[in-house]
């Protein structure tokens, strides 16, 4: 399956942004969807991850408070709302697609998008 991320941009403390991931091909239902995040000189970070029909979410429990992950099964799209940003949320933000839910490791993803970036200023 071919993802693709998109939604960042520049943003200021506090902002919002949505980011979405599609795929144009019909097995996108077929995965599990997670975004993870890199920033500059870090490790890639697990974000969140929702379940192939939408109806399990799972999150990384530092941001759980405020980005939400969804799924439009009929548009093919997985979004992930982020509130509340702040400077450290600064990274690039990757989708990736899995066979099995609650895997949080990057290494068990098999399919990703190409990134999207998101500057938080403050």
């Known amino acids: 399956v071919q993802l693709q991320a998109c939604g960042g941009g520049s943003v200021q403390a506090g902002g919002s942004l949505t980011l979405s991931c599609t795929a144009s091909d019909r097995t996108f239902s077929n995965y599990v969807i997670g975004w993870f995040r890199q920033a500059p000189g870090k490790e890639r970070e697990f974000v969140a991850s929702?379940?192939?029909?939408?109806?399990?979410?799972q999150y990384l429990d530092s941001l759980k408070d405020r980005f939400t992950i969804s799924r439009d099964v009929v548009k093919n799209t997985v979004f992930l709302q982020m509130n509340s940003l702040k400077p450290e949320d600064t990274a690039i933000y990757y989708c990736?697609?899995?066979?099995?839910?609650?895997?949080?490791?990057?290494?068990?993803?098999?399919?990703w998008g190409q990134g999207t970036e998101v500057t938080v200023s403050s």
């Open positions: 990736a697609a899995a066979r099995d839910f609650g895997v949080v490791s990057w290494n068990k993803y098999e399919y």
């Open positions: 929702i379940s192939k029909m939408g109806g399990s979410t």
